[in-house]
């Protein structure tokens, strides 16, 4: 059965009333406006939460190598970019699919993807915490294709219920990870349906995880993408979406990840979630002033 209990990320916007707040901020002020409001509320983040400046940086260390200047310069810019991604997410609440798509400048590989969509067996979609990964969705539902996020079940039921609703009105469903293994059926029927199924897998706990290297020190890994396209066939294709330097968002969708099948199922496991985590390597190291990660990546 697959497992993706994450890692907890709190911080100062992952509240359940700066959720809703910012939602009904969304229908009232321009874009600009509220980009400008998180902003300043994320740069005063950044001045005051020492503990999550301090674990930005160490995060940011094993990507950049230890230079301290670089180091206070993009996790300052990480700070700030996140608070961008907030209020770009809340806009997503009162606009049509068809507006959010105005805010992408660039989707390239979707070719490569209409391809592997035409063989019939579904595709999962890996992202990272990086850059805004809600909006990836965006580019299938636009162009009709069914698409499903899977997500570990959070926390605080009220935000859990805010981040469902915004992608709701963008036609993206939304399977959540329960105690039980109904969920896993809901994802292989997805896929047995050729939708796309995307989760997150760059911020994972011990238990049931699998230790591989990832920026030259061992963390834990999912399995859960591995054992979904082992039982299913689907392709396995890694994706992001990131703010340009004009502030609208260019979307990479990744070629597929190649898989190695044996009769060894563990051994399968093992050097296939190792690839996973090479592949988002390059990708983090191109954008690391976007690695929304805040919590503990390695030390655990």
């Not at 300043?40 to 001045?47: D, F, K, Q, R, S």
């Not at 997500?151 to 959540?176: F, G, M, P, W, Y």
């Not at 979406?241 to 070629?255: A, E, H, I, Q």
Request: net charge positive; hydrophobic share 45%; aromatic share 12%.
């Amino acid at each position: 059965m697959i497992q993706m209990k994450r890692s907890p990320n709190k911080n100062m916007f992952n509240y359940a009333w700066s959720y809703n707040a910012s939602l009904v901020v969304a229908k009232l002020l321009p874009l600009c406006v509220m980009r400008f409001i998180t902003r300043v509320i994320a740069e005063i983040w950044y001045l005051i939460d020492k503990n999550a400046k301090t674990q930005v940086e160490k995060n940011l260390l094993r990507v950049i190598g230890d230079n301290p200047v670089q180091l206070h310069k993009i996790s300052r810019e990480l700070f700030i970019n996140y608070g961008t991604y907030l209020a770009d997410w809340a806009k997503l609440s009162s606009m049509s699919t068809s507006n959010a798509i105005s805010f992408f400048s660039k989707i390239e590989g979707e070719d490569i993807f209409r391809k592997m969509h035409a063989n019939g067996k579904g595709i999962i979609v890996l992202a990272a915490h990086l850059g805004s990964w809600e909006f990836g969705g965006l580019v299938f539902t636009n162009s009709g294709i069914p698409f499903n996020v899977i997500t570990a079940k959070d926390e605080v039921e009220a935000i859990a219920q805010a981040r469902t609703k915004v992608r709701s009105l963008h036609n993206i469903k939304t399977i959540t990870i329960e105690d039980d293994s109904f969920f896993f059926i809901d994802i292989v029927n997805a896929l047995n349906r050729n939708e796309l199924v995307a989760m997150l897998v760059d911020r994972y706990e011990k238990k049931n995880g699998v230790l591989v290297d990832f920026f030259g020190e061992k963390t834990y890994f999912p399995k859960g993408p591995v054992l979904l396209a082992r039982t299913t066939g689907a392709s396995v294709h890694p994706a992001f979406t990131v703010l340009n330097s004009d502030r609208k968002y260019r979307t990479v969708l990744g070629p597929p990840i190649s898989m190695e099948w044996s009769e060894d199922r563990e051994k399968d496991i093992c050097v296939n979630v190792a690839k996973i985590a090479q592949a988002f390597e390059q990708y983090i190291r191109l954008y690391p002033s976007q690695w929304y990660n805040f919590a503990a990546i390695w030390d655990k």
